[in-house]
């Protein structure tokens, strides 16, 4: 119990960082992992370079190795020509502000039960922002993150099914290109699905441009897959955002959605499936939002205990659209 207090004030960075999330070129550990582990964890932290006593708050390093695909301008685009207008309205979007210092989600969690502690950051997300990273009552979001490997795909739809669960996918482009069936399946079990970006880019990376272009991408060939429009909510990748991108997504008309739960999932774990369960219990609370990678085999191992057991604590499966944003 004491650990439990101590492990209180530490910082859990949870930058739903790689493997499930990306292609190992860009597991360059040093920059991530920053993490100090959760101690709370009955499990042993795996933790590469463990710095618990940190307070220091952990700001994303960019990646090196992320290199913008495209870029933004050809040099044969056309110079906009029409003589009667004038350069004011050339461009259709309006200019995003806000400050550019890169932030990693994470939270600090508290006891079982208790709702974590955010980051000072979100005291500054203004309503326009759209930002959400719990919400209140016997509600549990259960979100998927579908941006790295696609695993256990029928186990995982089958756990759900059977327990009677809706859960929220963050689903990125590239993925739905190579497995169109995958979308396709969890929309047909009536799963939510939301915009995580075309290529799961660390957002923090990228111009504006490309930013637009990644979340209009995924609009497209979400829509030419099943005929409708995707769900305007949207996960950073990697969850590395800062104000400006926070305001520029939302005014795409998308809602942010962060987490209040997290796992060192995008590694093997020391204990199988029991690590994911004990971690999603041991830091179950009102309003939870949980962030699940797809690529990890013990959270699919776990996934269906894990469904039983929130919900004979009393919680209901809710859909991340019920989340009101901070006013
Ligand atoms: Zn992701």
Not at 41 to 58: C, D, H, I, N, R
Not at 263 to 285: C, K, Q, S, T, V
Request: with cysteine; hydrophobic share 35%; net charge positive.
């Amino acid at each position: 119990m004491t650990s439990i207090t101590k492990s209180a004030a530490l910082l859990i960075l949870l930058s739903a960082t790689l493997v499930g999330c990306a292609d190992k070129s860009l597991l360059s550990p040093a920059a991530e992992a920053v993490t100090t582990p959760s101690p709370q964890a009955t499990t042993k932290p795996v933790a590469p370079t463990p710095t618990p006593k940190s307070t220091a708050k952990p700001i994303a390093t960019p990646k090196p190795s992320v290199v913008p695909s495209a870029t933004p301008h050809p040099t044969t685009a056309p110079s906009p020509t029409a003589s009667a207008k004038p350069a004011a309205g050339t461009t259709t979007t309006k200019p995003i502000a806000g400050d550019k210092t890169p932030y990693s989600w994470y939270y600090m969690k508290k006891k079982t039960g208790q709702v974590p502690d955010f980051p000072k950051e979100t005291k500054s997300f203004t309503a326009d922002q759209k930002a959400v990273w719990v919400g209140t009552g016997k509600k549990v979001y259960l979100t998927i993150d579908a941006g790295g490997p696609l695993i256990e795909v029928d186990l995982m739809l089958k756990s759900l099914k059977e327990n009677g669960v809706k859960a929220n996918f963050f689903i990125s482009g590239n993925n739905i290109k190579l497995n169109p069936d995958y979308l396709k399946r969890v929309v047909a079990d009536g799963h939510f699905v939301a915009n995580h970006t075309m290529t799961h880019k660390d957002f923090n990376e990228l111009s504006d441009d490309q930013i637009r272009k990644e979340i209009t991408d995924f609009e497209a060939l979400y829509k030419k897959l099943t005929g409708k429009e995707v769900e305007k909510y949207f996960r950073f990748p990697y969850g590395h955002y800062n104000m400006h991108n926070l305001s520029l997504v939302s005014s795409m008309g998308y809602t942010s959605v962060f987490w209040s739960t997290a796992m060192r999932d995008w590694e093997p774990r020391e204990n199988g499936a029991e690590d994911p369960y004990n971690d999603i219990m041991n830091n179950l609370h009102d309003g939870n939002i949980i962030l699940m990678h797809q690529g990890s085999l013990e959270n699919m191992q776990a996934l269906a205990r894990i469904c039983k057991e929130i919900k004979k604590r009393g919680y209901e499966f809710a859909l991340v659209n019920d989340l009101q944003p901070k006013k």
